[in-house]
């Protein structure tokens, strides 16, 4: 074999021999008072990020490189540099500081404020973060997405069972849609033409037609449900008192089957590829690995105390 036509083989073996860098879940774990990393591929939490206020709710920034993370006890939120696995920055947000998401256009992040009825306004800054406003919205706000063209903001108010419809360019309410009884998680379609709402006391999601303003139908699920995901053409919503996962079709909106998992799920997330699922169990201190296809459990990863994952938690 000569050097030129070696070579190639060679590199070409050495790629092969690297493996690709796993993904990661960045799990709020409130009552032990971090942010757990965990690697995917090697099912195990690699670091622990201290933080202290009960963290809860978590977002990344456009580029993947920060995490927001809102503390309801401490009244603030965290600026968490993925890279340094570290706190970089805290600002405090009065009220009940609970859901959070981030523009994927402008990086603008938006909490929910859970005693107050708004939405706090975020703006990146050199210092971390920076208060540009606030929008006022229905009772008990919690989870909330900005739509993929970073126009829309849609916030699921869980006392006036209803989703606020968020104007950006205005920074107003421009409409509320009545959806299920105490709406708490808000789930975007890829495309942002649907949401979902998971109704922790009807026990149902609500499915939203974004564009035409209304809810178009609904899913009967577990006993307080808490998170919708969505993979492979199917919905998957935590059940947490039932402790399972309900599946569910997106073109017919009815349920495929229950998944046993752990005790109180809470958080859920897909992966990049749409096949397996992660959910963040409270009441267990474990992350169960879901395969979207055969919705079965297939692994068990143990994590701190007290998780939570309240929104987008996997890098």
């Not at 900005?146 to 421009?174: F, H, Q, Y």
């Not at 039932?242 to 998944?259: C, E, R, W």
Request: glycine share 10%.
């Amino acid at each position: 074999m000569s050097f030129r036509t070696g070579l190639p083989l060679l590199l070409a073996s050495l790629l092969l021999a690297v493996p690709a860098t796993a993904q990661e879940a960045y799990v709020t774990a409130q009552l032990a008072g971090e942010v757990a990393v965990v690697d995917l591929g090697q099912a195990k939490v690699i670091a622990h990020i201290p933080l202290d206020g009960a963290p809860a709710g978590i977002a990344f920034s456009p580029d993947r490189k920060s995490a927001y993370v809102t503390r309801p006890e401490g009244q603030s939120v965290a600026v968490i540099d993925l890279d340094a696995r570290k706190v970089t920055a805290s600002l405090a947000v009065s009220g009940g500081p609970l859901g959070i998401c981030v523009n994927p256009k402008t990086g603008m992040v938006y909490i929910a404020d859970w005693y107050a009825s708004r939405v706090v306004v975020l703006a990146p800054s050199p210092e971390g973060l920076k208060q540009t406003g606030e929008i006022a919205v229905g009772k008990s706000p919690s989870g909330l997405a900005v739509t993929p063209d970073g126009r829309t903001l849609l916030v699921a108010n869980r006392e006036a069972d209803s989703v606020s419809v968020i104007d950006l360019a205005t920074a107003k309410e421009s409409q509320k849609i009545a959806v299920g009884q105490h709406p708490f998680g808000l789930t975007l379609s890829a495309d942002g033409s649907r949401a979902y709402t998971a109704n922790v006391t009807s026990n149902d999601v609500s499915v939203i037609d974004v564009a035409a303003r209304r809810e178009i139908g609904r899913v009967r699920t577990g006993e307080r449900p808490y998170v919708v995901a969505l993979a492979g053409g199917r919905g998957f919503v935590t059940d947490q008192y039932s402790n399972t996962v309900t599946a569910f079709g997106l073109d017919d909106l009815k349920p495929i089957g229950t998944i046993d998992v752990d005790d109180h799920p809470e958080g859920i997330a897909a992966s990049k590829d749409g096949k397996t699922l992660y959910v963040a169990n409270w009441g267990d201190n474990s992350l169960s690995v879901i395969d979207a296809g055969t919705l079965t459990v297939t692994r068990k990863i143990a994590v701190p105390d007290g998780p939570r994952a309240f929104g987008d938690f996997l890098r």
